[in-house]
Structure formats: structure tokens, C-alpha cells
């Protein structure tokens, strides 16, 4: 019984880790994708295609439109937000730490 209740008390942890690395390889390949492409912004078209093009990822397709033109009324809005951190110079105060393992541990970046 005590064993049960050790296990059932450790799933909500061990399953938002799970969520936690899944969302971070998503956004990583997205970013890739991004990048390839010369954008400074990861777009939803970019998650879609990023989702479409992976076969791990192929459960998801189901949730993504056929046509990603219904994405384009994010481009603009993107864009102006884009502009708005060009001319405010905008900067990260860390690197995101993706370039070399896209399966980073958080504890290991260094804030500057």
C-alpha cells in the first residue's frame, strides 16, 4: 500500500517534466525551422510545419488546420511586436542555451 501511494505522488511531477521537455524539443524544432527560413520570430506556421514534417509529432497533426493561411492573422501582429523590440532594442538577457542540446537542463543556464 505505502509503495502505491510513493508511486501515485510522483506521477504529477514525472508528468510535467514529461510536458516541460516535450514543449521545449517543440519549440526548438520550431525555432530551427524559424531560423532556416530567416526569421527572427517563431511564428505558429513554423510549430505547424515543424509538427507536419516530424514523425514523433505525427499525434498532432489532427489539431492543425489544412490550410495554414488561417495563421497569417498572426504575421502582422508578430511583426509589429517584432519592430517594436528592433527599435526599443530589446535583448535577452541570456542565451536561450538551445544551440547545442535541444534537450537542455534548466539548472545549467548561467544568467547574466
Do not use: Y
Not at 44 to 57: E, G, H, R
Not at 78 to 102: D, H, K, Q, R, Y
Request: hydrophobic fraction near 45%.
Amino acid at each position: 500500500m505505502f509503495t502505491k501511494q510513493m508511486i501515485s505522488s510522483e506521477i504529477p511531477m514525472l508528468m510535467s517534466k514529461a510536458c516541460e521537455i516535450f514543449i521545449q524539443e517543440l519549440t526548438f524544432r520550431a525555432w530551427m525551422h524559424a531560423e532556416k527560413n530567416n526569421k527572427s520570430i517563431v511564428q505558429p506556421c513554423d510549430v505547424a510545419k515543424v509538427i507536419m514534417q516530424t514523425d514523433t509529432m505525427n499525434f498532432l497533426t489532427e489539431i492543425i488546420p489544412n490550410n495554414l493561411g488561417d495563421f497569417s492573422v498572426f504575421d502582422a501582429k508578430e511583426e509589429n511586436i517584432a519592430n517594436i523590440a528592433e527599435e526599443n532594442e530589446v535583448s535577452l538577457s541570456f542565451t536561450a542555451g538551445f544551440m547545442g542540446n535541444p534537450m537542455m537542463k534548466m539548472d545549467s543556464v548561467s544568467k547574466k
